[in-house]
Each structure stands twice: as C-alpha cells, then as structure tokens.
C-alpha cells in the first residue's frame, strides 16, 4: 500500500493521531525513530533490477549497488555489473560537473 503523508494522517485511527501530535510538540523524537528505522530497512532491501539496462539481479551474484544524495535525498542504485556502474557514475560525474553541491557519492560492493 503506498500513501503519501496526507493519506497516512487521514487513515491512521484517531488515538494514533493524538499521539502523533503529542510526539510532534514534542519535538518529533518518536517519529524522527520511525523514518530513520524505515529508511535504514528500504536502503538495506536488495533491487530488483539494473539501474542501467534493466536485467534482473534478483539471482545474480557480483552485483553492485551506490548510494547518493541528489537534491537532500539519499537514492540508491543498483548494477548487474561494472560496466552499468560506471555507464551510471559517468552520467553522475556529468551531473556534479553541472552541479557540484547536489551529489556525494558513496560506492558500495554487494553480494561479493
Ligand atoms: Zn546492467
């Protein structure tokens, strides 16, 4: 089920909501832990496909994955293999030599 942060308010049943505003006045600690421990779990689940030319990794050993920040969003990316990586980070390094200030790359090896 995929909501955005409207729907989630207006579905959740009211006891949650009150909570919800308690924890906000509260300066957000509780839902600040919620976020930061579902961002942890969808960076850590395995893509499906390459970023690049779309092949199933799902059973492929020797793939790899980045994670970068573009525009305050940390995105992560996965590859079949080097060659779509680095089809992937020039097309990155062309973006930063654009602008420079919007993408830290952070390169990481999975399935080794
Ligand atoms: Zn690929």
Known sequence: MKLTVKEFVEAIEEEEL????????KGSIGLKSLVDEKIKAVENLPKKFCAVCGDGLV??????????????????????????????????????????????SNIERTNV
Not at 18 to 25: A, C, G
Not at 70 to 84: T, V, W
Not at 85 to 97: G, N
């Open 18 to 25: 009150y909570k919800l505003q308690y924890d906000l006045n």
């Open 59 to 104: 059973d492929k050993e020797g793939t790899f994955s980045i994670i970068f920040k573009h525009e305050k969003l940390k995105k992560k990316a996965s590859f079949c293999a080097i060659d779509c990586m680095e089809f992937f980070i020039s097309k990155i390094k062309k973006a930063k030599e654009l602008e420079p200030s919007k993408i830290k």
